[in-house]
């Protein structure tokens, strides 16, 4: 009987350390592999490799605060990257306009069942040709089936209201049926909340977030301010980072052009962490906020749901993340609420490995594999593009010279050559036709625009194609002096 006991408590003791073991790393290993200084060159690298200017990083776990600030803000005018350092947050912005919502929703200003007509009712969706129903749930969890082409007139500047702007426009799917994901659906809920409020977004955001969290440098920009300590944005050309100014519409600013700080976020990420300094209201919004849409998930096995500006993933626990991208700046945030662990990433570069950036450093946080190398697609392109620009140069001079020693020896055996006014026609006229090809070329299938295609993929895009056109037009020049070489020698017969 004593042998049994002996054995009970044995196994007994064996369990409660297992348990122990197996639920005190949660907290014990980030805490402890946060002042590793492989964490610090995991970071290091990831800026090396998107080509970033400047890049600034938080991780908070339980209270305790680690930062990192590389780079310089203006490559042109070096200075130091500091906490108060100014950055686009792109599509971070989505959870401070989800917030807003959630906080009138709390407030009984609006429900998100509320049809959208009631605060927009100029606002006509079409699905299938007839008039579409949409609540707020539909563009807060981004079922609206509001189309991808919507970013691409959104971004530009304009004096029309986002009501006129998506007038009459085509839904790619029945809403709710699906999840697809349209910055433009926050643009619609930022008219939302200026319909209800009385106020300007930017004047919302500060009454109802800014303001109450004591983020005193974080701006909904209205695009037409000037930002204090702002970086410098940049994007790749030849592989190599270049300054660039792109434009903010106004109608926009919902979804991808709040500006902040590292250390404003930081304030961010500690009252979402402890919501207990904030007011019941806003407590009760932000537990709103990361409720996922489980009726359409992100993905097909509901591990990933789309809730009010922010991703809910079950990673090991639950996972509450986004990222943001604008033509110039990139962007990530990461919060475990049940861990206290908080990471937010700013870098003044778009580049698809910043985005993934939070998500390594909780995998290496919690003594996860991450990937050694992330591939970013627009270092990509440019090098694709890049590549291209050189053959294509390349046979611009060969072609270049072999007109200059074709004219050269015909006029060395014969008379001078001249060509006429139809043959010059022609050589302008085809390099015309292929830039008007190339012109309406992307509306077609995509149902974008060149302002898009010039405002976030590589320069070297349009360099290539001006090079392609050069190229034509050597080319058309070519076959109309061979022609007419041509032409004359069967006259002088």
């Not at 305790?64 to 005018?77: A, E, H, M």
């Amino acid at each position: 009987m004593k042998r049994i006991n002996l054995s009970s408590f044995y196994l007994l003791l064996v369990f409660w350390l297992y348990l122990f073991s197996s639920s005190s790393p949660a907290y014990s290993v980030p805490a402890q592999r946060l002042d590793d200084a492989q964490l610090a060159e995991l970071i290091q690298t990831r800026m090396v490799e998107a080509k970033a200017p400047a890049l600034a990083v938080s991780i908070v776990v339980d209270g305790k605060v680690k930062r990192f600030n590389y780079g310089s803000p203006d490559l042109q005018q070096p200075g130091e990257n500091t906490v108060n350092t100014a950055y686009e947050i792109g599509s971070m912005s989505k959870a401070f306009t989800g917030l807003a919502i959630q906080i009138l929703n709390e407030q009984g200003k609006l429900s998100l069942k509320d049809d959208i007509h009631q605060y927009l009712p100029n606002l006509n969706l079409l699905y299938q040709g007839k008039p579409a129903k949409l609540d707020i749930e539909d563009f807060l969890y981004h079922t609206s089936g509001l189309p991808f082409s919507t970013l691409a007139f959104l971004e530009i500047p304009s004096s029309k209201t986002v009501e006129q702007q998506l007038q009459n426009l085509n839904l790619q799917f029945k809403p709710k049926s699906h999840y697809f994901y349209a910055s433009a659906n926050y643009d619609v809920l930022g008219a939302v909340i200026e319909k209800v409020t009385g106020q300007s977004y930017h004047d919302a955001i500060a009454t109802f977030i800014t303001q109450p969290f004591g983020m005193s440098a974080t701006v909904a920009v209205s695009g037409e301010e000037t930002i204090a300590n702002k970086a410098t944005g940049y994007k790749i050309r030849f592989g190599y980072p270049v300054p660039i100014e792109a434009p903010i519409a106004s109608n926009h600013v919902p979804s991808a052009y709040i500006h902040s700080t590292l250390a404003d976020m930081e304030k961010w990420l500690d009252r979402l962490l402890d919501p207990t300094k904030l007011d019941p209201t806003l407590r009760r919004a932000i537990e709103r906020s990361w409720q996922g849409n489980t009726r359409v998930p992100v993905n097909n096995n509901n591990s990933i749901l789309y809730a009010s500006g922010w991703l809910i993933e079950q990673r090991q626990g639950t996972y509450i993340n986004h990222g943001g991208q604008n033509p110039n700046y990139s962007s990530c945030i990461a919060l475990r609420p049940d861990q206290q662990i908080g990471i937010v990433a700013l870098a003044n570069i778009s580049s698809n490995i910043i985005l993934e950036l939070c998500s390594d450093i909780d995998s290496y946080l919690h003594n996860q594999p991450y990937s050694d190398e992330v591939r970013d697609l627009f270092l990509f392109m440019d090098f694709i593009f890049s590549v291209l620009t050189a053959i294509t140069m390349i046979i611009v001079v060969l072609v270049g010279l072999f007109i200059v020693l074709r004219i050269r020896n015909y006029r060395q055996q014969n008379n001078k050559l001249s060509l006429n006014w139809l043959d010059w026609g022609i050589v302008l006229l085809v390099p015309l036709i292929i830039a008007g090809i190339i012109y309406v070329s992307p509306g077609l299938g995509l149902g974008i625009n060149w302002h898009f295609i010039a405002l976030w993929l590589p320069s070297t895009l349009l360099i290539f194609i001006t090079a392609i056109i050069f190229l034509v037009t050597l080319l058309t020049l070519n076959y109309r002096i061979k022609k007419k070489i041509s032409h004359n020698k069967k006259g002088s017969k």
